[in-house]
T-cell receptor
Framework: EPEVTQTPSHQVTQMGQEVILRCVPI?????FYWYRQILGQKVEFLVS????????KSEIFDDQFSVERPDGSNFTLKIRSTKLEDSAMYFC????????????????FGAGTRLSVL | GQQLNQSPQSMFIQEGEDVSMNCTSS?????WLWYKQDPGEGPVLLIA?????ELTSNGRLTAQFGITRKDSFLNISASIPSDVGIYFC????????????FGKGTRLHILP
C-alpha cells in the first residue's frame, strides 16, 4: 500500500540552527500538508500546498517557516532559526487531486519527524 | 478559531467492553473524520463521514455524523488489546484547502 514517508524520524538540533524536514508524498497525490503535534497535545495544521504554492497557512507558520517542492517527489519544511518551542512531532500528509464537485479528500499521514531543539 | 471538544480525555476499560467517545463543535463541518494514533506513529484514518446523519462502520468501529453537522461519535465494540491508543476526531470544511482541524484526543487504556 502506498504511504507517505518522512525523514529523518528524529532530528536533534541546537536553538538557532536551520532544519529541513523531508517528506515523500504518495506518488499520484498533488495536495500536500504539514502538521505538528507538541508532546501530549493535539495535531495542529501548519500549511497546505498545491500547484507549487501555499494554499493556506496557520498563524503558527510564521516567517521562520517555509515549504518547497524541490523536485517531483520531495516536499520539505524548513525552519530557519529553530526555537525551543519548535520541539514537536511534524507530520506530512498528502491527498489526491479532486474530481467533480464532490470529492473525498482523504489525507494520508506519514509517521512523522520528531524535532528536538536543545 | 475553530475548536473541537472531544470527550472523554481518557478511558480505562476492560478487554471485551464497548467504548463510546464523542466530539462537538461550535461550527459546522462538512466532513467528520476519526483517526487513531499509536505511539511514535502518525494518525491513521479509521472512518470518514461526509453526510449529516450518516452512520458508517469499519469492522468493530461505528461512527455517526450528527444531524446538526456539529457533532460526531465513535463506538468500538468488544475492545481488544490492540485498540489501545489515542483516538482523534477531526473536521474539514471541504473547501479547496481542506485543512483538518483535530480534537485533543481520547486516550484509550485497556485493562487485562
Amino acid at each position: 500500500e502506498p504511504e507517505v514517508t518522512q525523514t529523518p524520524s528524529h532530528q536533534v538540533t541546537q536553538m538557532g540552527q536551520e532544519v529541513i524536514l523531508r517528506c515523500v508524498p504518495i506518488s499520484n497525490h498533488l495536495y500536500f500538508y504539514w502538521y505538528r503535534q507538541i508532546l501530549g497535545q493535539k495535531v495542529e495544521f501548519l500549511v497546505s500546498f498545491y500547484n507549487n504554492e501555499i494554499s493556506e497557512k496557520s498563524e503558527i507558520f510564521d516567517d521562520q517557516f517555509s515549504v518547497e517542492r524541490p523536485d517531483g517527489s520531495n516536499f520539505t519544511l524548513k525552519i530557519r532559526s529553530t526555537k525551543l518551542e519548535d520541539s514537536a512531532m511534524y507530520f506530512c500528509a498528502s491527498s489526491e487531486v479532486r474530481e467533480g464537485s464532490f470529492s473525498k479528500n482523504i489525507q494520508y499521514f506519514g509517521a512523522g519527524t520528531r524535532l528536538s531543539v536543545l | 478559531g475553530q475548536q473541537l471538544n472531544q470527550s472523554p480525555q481518557s478511558m480505562f476499560i476492560q478487554e471485551g467492553e464497548d467504548v463510546s467517545m464523542n466530539c462537538t463543535s461550535s461550527s459546522i463541518f462538512n466532513t467528520w473524520l476519526w483517526y487513531k494514533q499509536d505511539p511514535g506513529e502518525g494518525p491513521v484514518l479509521l472512518i470518514a463521514l461526509y453526510k449529516a446523519g450518516e452512520l458508517t462502520s469499519n469492522g468493530r468501529l461505528t461512527a455517526q455524523f450528527g444531524i446538526t453537522r456539529k457533532d460526531s461519535f465513535l463506538n468500538i465494540s468488544a475492545s481488544i488489546p490492540s485498540d489501545v491508543g489515542i483516538y482523534f476526531c477531526a473536521g474539514q470544511k471541504m473547501n479547496r484547502d481542506d485543512k483538518i482541524i483535530f480534537g485533543k484526543g481520547t486516550r484509550l487504556h485497556i485493562l487485562p
